[in-house]
């Protein structure tokens, strides 16, 4: 087994201050915008910090999921075919092509932060190529970055930030493929009140961004033995067991937070939750009877192990979880938000509740966000703090 780093002090953050003015003091994404997007059209869902989109099959709640996802990758910097992997599948479907033969989809969000809210609207080209053809970042109802593709044949957009200087307005190409809010921090100077105004902005969105963790538990892929590695817990959370050793080594205080939540949702007595060398470089996870017994976690219920995976992601923090968090952004100064798709599924009634409760402490502090998707959120109604976005099929 790779040995463990070395331990650390308990580093959970404490309840986020507000700004002096009254905004919020942590960047966090307030508001999920599907303009044209697969089947959504004219969407604006309210996020709050524990946030669950419910309704029927078909209504888009996994889409929904999807394009926060793929907006937060475009904001760490990524390619937009890497944000889009299927980008014909974001075009709503009655879309019609225009003289050019181009279909597309537009999405964007809200950052709400010291910066006060600023709004991100992209419209992106799937067919028959795919680009950026137009964002705009505003605030206060200054658009403060404008972009749109001028000439089809050059893998441009022409960009227009706002200076506010002897020249009110910069304008430079920037790339059709890439975010050019997330480009901003590399292209304005920052010498002018205008053009801070503008970093600030482009920063508050791109922090708010990043730092979000997709994860839908797999339990197939949890039973068995895994490689000992680095420790940080994918999006399946198939590595459960490798990340159990490295937590449990490092702080002790949320391994036993982890530990109680297990306790209230799995059957039998838990004492303890382990993981333990099992030959050729492989690692297992156990849960601890307090009797002798120890119950390898192959033996759990599907239910089981999703609410173990789920309570660990919310008991951890960004430097286990594989995220792209933003390094040069300080810990205090970041939100996580983690993006659960089918958050409620295979598990009983008491097991949801107890997730729920913990997801609600744990959002209260301010730098953990949570966005689930759930068939019913019913459920739901008594535990406080919780945002319920009802979508419908039409």
Known sequence: MTPASPPRQDTAPHPAPPAADGRPGLPRVTELLLSAFAGHRGARLRLGALTLLTGPSGSGKTTALRAYEALARLGGGAELAEAFPEPGACVPERARVDAQRRRGFRIGCTADGPEGPVRLEVAVQAEPELRIVGERLTADGLVLLRTALRDPGRRTVQAAWHTAGATPVTRAPLPDDRLGTALLPLRVAGKTPGQR??????????VALRSVFPCDPRPERMRAPVPAGSGRLLGGCDNLADVLGRTRAECGRRHALLVDAVRAGCAGPVADLLAEPCGAGLVRALLDRGDGTRTE??????GELRYTALALVLLTGPGVLELDAPGEV???????TVLADGL??????????HLLHLAARMCE????RLTGAVSDASWAARVPGVTVVHLNRD
């Open 197 to 206: 105004r503008v970093l600030a902005a482009a920063e508050q969105m791109v």
């Open 344 to 353: 409620d599924r295979a598990l009983d009634p008491a097991q949801r509740t």
């Open 330 to 336: 300080p810990a205090a100064l970041r939100t996580l």
């Open 365 to 368: 502090r301010g730098h953990l």
């Open 297 to 302: 976690l192959r033996r759990l219920g599907d």
